[in-house]
């Protein structure tokens, strides 16, 4: 049982455009939902992460937007570049960030120049 | 701060050898340390979670005995693979919260992963 659906698998964007990954859960106890990036070779990298009690969460040009009623949470990347070309990983957690991680699938990102 | 240091990076064996991974916080210290197994092309997948002191909590359909996960210390945590076959080949990943209690939005920290493959 798949507990967090990302989608999409793949995407392809503009440089300078905007990339959005979405993402679904089903359990209701995860109560905290970080989104990861990870390069060929590397361990996932922390972006950026939130709790169910706020809508959107913005840092630099990475935002989360959240709706707890729908279970979904979405990952938008602002005047995307090629740098920011890699696998992007949402996950979810319950005891306020303290258990292990579920991941979703993983959307491989490409940024166009 | 809050890197993770693993080691080793890459290892090739033979069939039937076991093999230790090392998982280091370096800057901090860890209660709780997680292992996970990504496949090629694939997500991350929790393995066990590994507590100082005490015995590690598998997820179910892991071999507690096949995967042997010691705490010893804050800040090491290791996976040994007994026996390892082609099929444990994979890339193995762990990552270290800091100590500061639950619910206290400390993110996991993850190293750069060991890529197994058994011949």
């Known amino acids: 049982q798949q507990q967090v659906k990302q989608s999409p698998q793949s995407l392809i964007v503009q440089k300078g455009g905007i990339s959005i990954i979405n993402c679904a859960y089903e359990n209701t106890a995860f109560d905290y939902f970080p989104w990861y990036q990870q390069f060929p070779g590397k361990g996932p990298a922390l972006l950026i992460a939130i709790r169910p009690d706020v809508s959107e969460k913005k840092e630099g040009r990475f935002t989360i937007s959240f709706n707890k009623s729908a279970k979904q949470f979405s990952l938008h990347i602002m005047d995307s570049q090629p740098g920011d070309s890699a696998t992007y990983f949402c996950?979810?957690?319950?005891?306020?960030?303290?258990?292990?991680?579920?991941f979703g699938k993983g959307t491989h990102l490409i940024i166009q120049p | 701060g809050a890197v993770v240091s693993q080691h080793p990076s890459w290892v090739i064996c033979k069939s039937g050898t076991s093999v230790k991974i090392e998982c280091r916080s370096l800057?901090?210290?860890?209660?709780?340390m997680f292992w996970y197994r990504q496949f090629p092309k694939q997500s991350l997948m929790l393995m066990a979670t590994?507590?100082?002191?005490?015995?590690?909590?598998?997820e179910q359909g892991v071999e507690k005995d096949k995967f042997l996960i010691n705490h010893a210390s804050l800040t090491l945590s290791t996976l040994t693979v007994t026996s390892a076959h082609p099929e444990d080949s994979s890339f193995y990943i762990c990552s270290a919260r800091e100590n500061t209690g639950v619910y206290s939005n400390q993110p996991q920290h993850f190293g750069d992963g060991t890529r197994l493959s058994i011949l």
């Open positions: 996950a979810a957690n319950s005891g306020g960030g303290a258990d292990g991680l579920t």
């Open positions: 590994s507590n100082e002191g005490s015995k590690a909590t598998y």
């Open positions: 800057d901090f210290q860890a209660t709780t």
